[in-house]
């Protein structure tokens, strides 16, 4: 941590920002101060108003009421120029890079020509960057064949190369490695040590508490706490985030029953840059979670697809309770008690201008709820109102628009839509992405009630904190290869980041 004091500078200064869409009054006079060389956590919620206070202070949105000021001097409101200009930097959560450029084109594209003064300046000042910041990465590689946490170091490079000295960072480990964001936060000590001040957005309260000097949390658009961070712990930040008590489940350990399904030796064929699975045997058993730890972009995707029967494999098997199954399609999939909860809500598991009522039956409409044809809307309603009442879908009705709900409520009717059906297999992709604490608790322990009902939970995280607390096996996914099991609790973050990272599937002990 900085230690900045409190007589350091004061670097920015949100002054009662308020800001309403429509009824909804997502900023109310939030107040925000950020000294030199300091890290101001930002904590809340989905849906507290953290977005929208950085898209004030970035100049995408206008605040109806307050202020911002950066080194003592007043932000023309709704000017993004204007905040880069006064040495405000963002790196997002989903990277803003051309993979086709290399890093240093990267970097200077958008604020000079490719081709405009000395190139050789630029690299200069790249390379400088740098050494004085430990972000290691080569100014002529091209960015579509970096790692993740490479390619964050570029984001980060390109905010510190237009001279940001107040840095903001959305959800900075999301995809990162546990050795990844290690690298990251002694990065992170470094340019504070400097004098660069930072407002750092997570969910993840162990990494807040690791580098954060003080904690901003919001809730329902106001600030309800401000504290020291070496004055809490976790237990307190996620009590003030939700407005209670709140323990995260943990799945007790119990004995699995029969392989309800199998894949054997499954390969599929590589995609663009991302990578086939490689002779994947996998095992997923009766009452056990199953986890899938690995970055994003190792297989993955490859593997929910031939599960959840979006994909055919070009060699091996897949078989369930035994038997060896052919025409393999989502539909078969859900016939035969297969059920997927997507990764991407919003796009693969919804539609946005569909009511809550047809995203409920999306899935089931043809088996469940029409005959011949004609579809009984009488018992689509009472489904979902069934699944509102039952996993508490904080929403207007069923009749409702799906897209404007909170990512935790939309994530709610989806788990109810899955779950209700009772299916045997359930693949669990992502299932808490982007949700706060609150919304994580109930999901996580819906999918361990599932698991206890007899049901084979195939749970696929970037998350290591979320995969070691609920699998009760765990592999890891790297270039498309599978890890053995290992028993929950017998690796720690670390052993599994080396298998992430990919050095394990090298080593000769491996096997």
Known sequence: MSHAGDGAEVVLRLDRISKSFGALKANDAVSLTLRRGEVVALLGENGAGKTTLMNILFGHYLADDGGVEVFGQPLPPGNPRAALAAGVGMVHQHFTLAGNLTVLENIRLGTEGLWSRGAADARAKV??????????????????????GERQRVEILKALYRDARILILDEPTAVLTPQESEALFATLRKATALGLSMIFISHKLHEVMAIADRCVVLRHGRVVGEVDTHATDKGALAALMVGGELSLPRAEVRVPGAVLMRLDGVSTPNRGAGPGLKAVTLELKAGQITGLAGVSGNGQAALAEIVGGLALPVSGSIMLKGEVVTGWSPGAALAKGVARIPEDRHHQGSIADFDLTENAVLEGYRSRFSRRGWMNWRAARAFAEGIIKDYDVRCPGPETRIRLLSGGN????????????????????????GLDVGAIAYVQSQLIAARDRGAAVLLISEDLDEIMGLSDVIHVMSQGRLSPAFARGTMTAAELGLWMAGQKFEAPDAA
Not at 127 to 148: C, I, M, N, W
């Open 127 to 148: 390379e400088r960057l740098s050494r004085d910041f430990g972000l290691a990465v080569h100014p002529d590689a091209k960015v579509g064949r970096l790692t993740v």
């Open 410 to 433: 939309m994530q709610k009717l989806i788990l109810g839509r899955v779950l209700s059906a009772g299916p045997e297999v359930i693949l669990a992709n992502q299932p808490v992405r």
